[in-house]
Every structure is written in structure tokens, then in C-alpha cells.
């Protein structure tokens, strides 16, 4: 197909690059002006609804919320503010 539509195109090779560029846009373009919406009504991208809205789950509530017992809990850094080398126990074969 591609072939075809190569040969076909006039012009020798600069009329075939330009034509086969405004064949790509025009393809684009009416995917993304015509097609797409269209179709985005059957999609279910907006549907994102999980459970009926009765159930109070982690994902509803406040992530910024701060639980009473992490209040005074210090904040605990997983690696060393003092050294970029890893911990010998961490390192393979040591």
C-alpha cells in the first residue's frame, strides 16, 4: 500500500516527500479533528467511579490528614545524610 501511494505521488523525490508529508498531516489531522472526538464519548476514561461512594476507604480520605500518633513521631530518613557510600551490609558479595 505504502509503495503505491510512493509511486503515484508526483513531482520526483521532492514533490513525493512534501506530498507524503501533507498526506500525514491530513491523516492526523482528521483522526484528531473527526475521529477522536467522536469517539471519545464511548470511551470509559471518565468513568473512574470504584465503589458507590458509601464506603469511607484510604483513597477518600485526607492524604495531607496527620494521625494523632504520627504527631510527635520523629521523621526517619532511610539513607545516611553523612556519606554517599552504601551500608557494607547492603553491598553484594560483602
Do not use: C
Not at 9 to 15: D, K, R, T, V
Not at 41 to 59: C, I, K, R, S, W
Not at 63 to 89: D, G, K, M, R
Request: glycine share 10%.
Amino acid at each position: 500500500m505504502y509503495s503505491w501511494i510512493w509511486r503515484k505521488l508526483p513531482f520526483g523525490l521532492p514533490g513525493k516527500l512534501g506530498g507524503s508529508v501533507v498526506l500525514v498531516a491530513a491523516v492526523v489531522a482528521l483522526l484528531w479533528f473527526v475521529v477522536f472526538p467522536r469517539a471519545t464519548p464511548l470511551l470509559p476514561f471518565d468513568d473512574v467511579q470504584v465503589g458507590n461512594g458509601t464506603e469511607q476507604g484510604p483513597a477518600q480520605q485526607d492524604p495531607n490528614a496527620v494521625h494523632p500518633e504520627e504527631q510527635n513521631a520523629p521523621e526517619e530518613i532511610p539513607y545516611s545524610t553523612e556519606s554517599n557510600a552504601p551500608h557494607p551490609s547492603s553491598i553484594p558479595g560483602g
